[in-house]
């Protein structure tokens, strides 16, 4: 099956059921090529599950999900794709030279300088075992056998969560030093939100196994406004009875003043009486997290 090439991973009425309940549902969302997304959700948003369709080690109950238009699991798209989750796949009796080589004799084009280049930067000697490394070196190591694969496709799950603040930063430069000159698709999820700032700039959201959130980080930012102003006696919530409630993702009346975050661009009824300005990628990831409504679409984006 043939894909447009600027989509990594494409979900059409994605699904997935566990005895307990769907963790997945009805996803549709176009991850694009060459980017680096962000994958958000609270904890048991579907996130781990995503990433496992992706890789192949689960099978959707409904719809489909391709990975360059190629079936998850499948040669095509297993030999694209690395997967790098918290807890690392690694021998803890192989040394880190029997590690590299065995993800050389597993992948047919691996590349040895890269995976060696990444091991050497964390000083990290070839004849250490793998089981006397700290988590931080670990975490290099498994780098080193997803990158050693040069991968199309590089899932990131939580793999960075046990690490300590200075290490954590440290391998997060890592990761984007090596996806910048090679054009390789990131998606990554972390509860961390304010690293992701400077990392993504694409953005999926999921809450409840239902997509929030899709879209340009930058974009998502530039159509989204925080207000804060004199609170409306006249309505429940503060706002203006003029401005169209299909935009709220949330608001909140402290003392007189009302606070919101809207998806909206162009002027707001009674402009002059707002301080208004566009979020943060933190503050809006929170929004939506804290918020159980979606709003519409702008109308210019829904057109
Ligand atoms: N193998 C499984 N068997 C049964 N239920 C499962 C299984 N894997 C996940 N689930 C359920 O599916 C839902 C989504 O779980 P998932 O691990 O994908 O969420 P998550 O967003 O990765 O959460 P976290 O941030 O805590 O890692 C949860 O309700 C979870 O209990």
Redesign the pocket.
Known sequence: MTDDPTTALRATRLGRR????W??RDCDFALPAGRITALV??????????FHLATGLLRPTAGELRVFGAEPGSPAARDRTAFLAQDKPLYPRFTVEETLRFGRELNGDWDQAAAERIVRAGDIPLDARVGALSQGQATRVALALAFGKRPGLLLL??PLADLDPLVRIEAMGLVMAEVADRGITVVM?S?VLSELENACDHVLL?KQ?AVRLDGDAQQLCETHVRITGLADPSTDDGLPPALDRAGVVEASVTGRQVHALLRHTGPLPGDDRWVVENPSLEDLLLAYLRSDSTPAPAPEAAA
Do not use: I, Q, V, Y
């Open positions: 566990f005895r307990g309940g963790a997945l959700g609270p904890n048991g948003a579907g996130k781990s599950t995503l799950d939580e999820s509860h999921l196994g």
